[in-house]
């Protein structure tokens, strides 16, 4: 899916401001219609934020259902006659939008784009139309949906229980955009990009850009598409007419981590007048991806992970996309020495793969499928096994499938992406998981064969029980020796850590810790070097960075978590996950200058 876009034939206009709000308790909007008129009984609530923290109110905040937003917006007078669309960054988890009295579009899943075409709709209308947009998001997780979970009746109320380690934000996340195209457009684009150093080509090294235009629309028949591929002076170094093609680029600025370098594929419809019919701007960088052994090379040489899992978490915002964090958050990695990150768990805001784009930082994209086993925290004591036709089934491996064919639609063409990770700790020693993920692995390798496959792998699934890991290209391990198991022992944590990760190098592939880490009181400290404090999660650290240096197959470190977040209530949570290196407010802890030290020096020395 393409994204909103202002071109010589498009314009955008962002819906993002105060929209009308409530919730729905009672589950009765629906019935009465309250998209047929004002939402009555509403309040104000931002978009982008989730709607959860915004009000000192426990209702909204553990509210478990339906909640209802809307607003007015007028179509732009010049827009009469294009294609219109709406769309929506993401809904958590999933929604039902109405265009007046009119259903437009739903959608499962709250981390991907959807939008409806509202041309059919405003035919015969005057131009400059007034539209009122009514959306209803549900945030219920059930054993269907990704990620799962189960709602059960207290005496207090409906309460959600789920089995990830994540507070169950909600609402509308990302920007809501209304936008136009001309009624023959660009609908797709899929780029796909190569390195070659071969004979023949003496030692110049030639990148190779193949492109795939899909155009729709009403004279799609009679038009041709002629792509130009500019650098970022603006020169065209390369130009192609047709759908399809490869456009070849001598001495190419490679797009590599550290140095975002980014081509523009310009991409445009020519009626055969010469009239221009539609214009898309497609960033492309240049590189390539391959695991070689227990390599993982970027443009053929080998990369080292050194970074974090992150989430999209702020005070009172939740999971809101918001530029300021992004920018800080990227400057951050930038200060500490960082070079990639994973999207734990869950597609992030399309912005911030934009960045990274741009900022040379590398990315392993997951879909948000995570908690898909019981045996974890918050897990449901006698419910017995996760996968299973009265448990995660069929229904929720074809909302998985999905999930996984929106995300790769919505990333394939950035380069920062290097690494799909199709679910986080799910059961995988059983037959069951077995089953469920090989066809959605298959899946993801024939939406995408250009990149690596994996998912992060649960200790409680060690080297010769897991039955999934085989399945991945990349061994992805999150691992708490010193915490959880072993805890506060680092001398045994180091012992036993060694031993699991030679055992897993013995399968030949790349191992990239997708995970480790101590939770850490800010400001606590002790000479001792205890649990909680800052001086333990430094030394936590320094045990891990040994045994990883000594096991060659350990291509990558990413520490749980970038920054503390905030969790649904638990004994063992205070305020939230507290294993961040940064604070929720994004200060240093002690292991912030630590890692910095590491990792700067790695990059300096490389
Ligand atoms: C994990 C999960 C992550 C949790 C983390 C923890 O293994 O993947 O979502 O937050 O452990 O801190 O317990």
């Known amino acids: 899916m393409l994204r909103p876009q202002d071109t010589a034939t498009r ?19 629906r019935d009465e219609r309250w998209f047929a008129g004002p939402l009555p009984g509403a309040f104000e609530m931002p978009v982008p934020a989730s709607y959860n923290d915004v009000l000192p109110d426990a209702a909204v905040r553990l509210h478990v259902g339906e909640a209802w937003y809307q607003r007015t917006v007028r179509v732009p007078h010049g827009w009469a006659g294009e294609r219109v669309v709406l769309r ?155 759908a399809s093609g490869t456009l070849r680029v001598e001495g190419p600025h490679l797009w590599a981590p550290g140095d975002g370098y980014l081509y523009d594929l310009e991409i445009r419809l020519v009626g055969a007048d010469g009239v221009l019919a539609d214009v898309y701007i497609q960033t492309v960088g240049i590189r390539t991806v391959e695991v070689r052994g227990t ?60 960045l990274a784009d741009r900022h040379g930082v590398v990315v392993i994209d997951e879909v948000a499928a995570v908690g898909q086993n019981f045996d974890l925290q918050g897990g449901l004591p006698g419910r017995g096994r996760t996968f299973g036709p009265d448990t995660v089934g069929a229904a ?63 200790a409680t699934a060690p080297h010769g029980a897991c039955r999934v890991s085989e399945l991945a290209d990349v061994v992805m391990l999150n691992r708490y020796y010193g915490w959880y198991v072993d805890t506060g022992d680092l001398a045994s944590a180091e012992a036993h850590l060694r031993a699991e990760l030679e055992a897993w190098a013995t399968d030949g592939k790349p191992i990239v810790v997708t995970e480790y880490g101590a939770d850490t009181l800010a400001g606590l400290h002790s000479a001792t070097g205890e649990p909680w404090t800052e001086e333990f999660q430094a030394a936590y650290l320094a045990m891990n960075h040994r045994v990883f240096d000594a096991v060659d197959a350990v291509v990558g470190e990413h520490v749980w978590n970038f920054a503390d977040f905030e969790t649904s209530a638990g004994v063992h949570r205070v305020d939230g996950n507290r294993k961040g290196v940064f604070t929720r407010d994004r200060r240093p802890k002690a292991a912030a200058h630590f890692l910095r030290e590491r990792w700067r020096s790695a990059r300096r020395s490389a």
């Open 11 to 29: 314009e955008t206009k962002r819906l993002d401001g105060l929209w009308s709000f409530r919730l729905d308790p009672d589950g009765v909007g």
């Open 88 to 242: 929506f960054g993401s809904a958590t988890h999933r929604a039902t939008v109405w265009v007046d009295d009119v259903e437009v579009v739903r959608h499962e899943g709250g981390y991907t784009p959807f939008e409806a075409d509202l041309t059919g709709l405003l035919a015969g209308r005057a131009p400059g139309a007034e539209l009122r947009v009514t959306v209803c998001v549900d945030n219920e997780l059930t054993f269907a949906s990704i990620p799962p979970g189960i709602v059960v009746e207290t005496p207090g109320g409906r309460r959600q229980h789920y089995f990830h380690d994540f507070f169950n934000y909600a609402g509308l996340h990302r920007s809501v955009w209304l936008y136009a195209t001309p009624t023959t457009y660009v609908d797709d684009v899929t780029v796909v990009t190569g390195v070659s150093r071969g004979p023949g080509d003496g030692d110049e090294v030639v990148g190779t850009v193949a492109y795939d235009v899909v155009a729709e629309g009403r004279d799609v028949g009679g038009v041709e598409v002629r792509v130009e591929l500019r650098d970022g002076d603006g020169r065209t170094v390369a130009a192609g007419i047709g």
């Open 295 to 354: 390599q993982f090379l970027v443009n053929g040489e080998p990369f080292r992970f050194r970074g974090f899992g992150k989430h999209e978490d702020a005070a009172i915002r939740g999971k809101a996309h918001d530029a300021v964090l992004l920018v800080h958050d990227l400057a951050l990695l930038d200060w500490i020495g960082a070079n990639s990150f994973r999207t734990s768990h869950y597609p992030y805001a399309e912005e911030v793969y934009d």
């Open 396 to 458: 929720a491996q074809a909302n998985h499938a999905q999930a996984i064919r929106e995300l790769v639609a919505r990333d394939k063409n950035h380069p920062c992406v290097v690494l799909w990770s199709v679910a986080n700790e799910p059961e995988s020693e059983t037959d069951e998981a077995r089953a469920y993920f090989e066809p959605l692995f298959e899946l993801t390798r024939e939406l995408d064969p250009t990149r690596p496959v994996g998912f992060a792998n649960v």
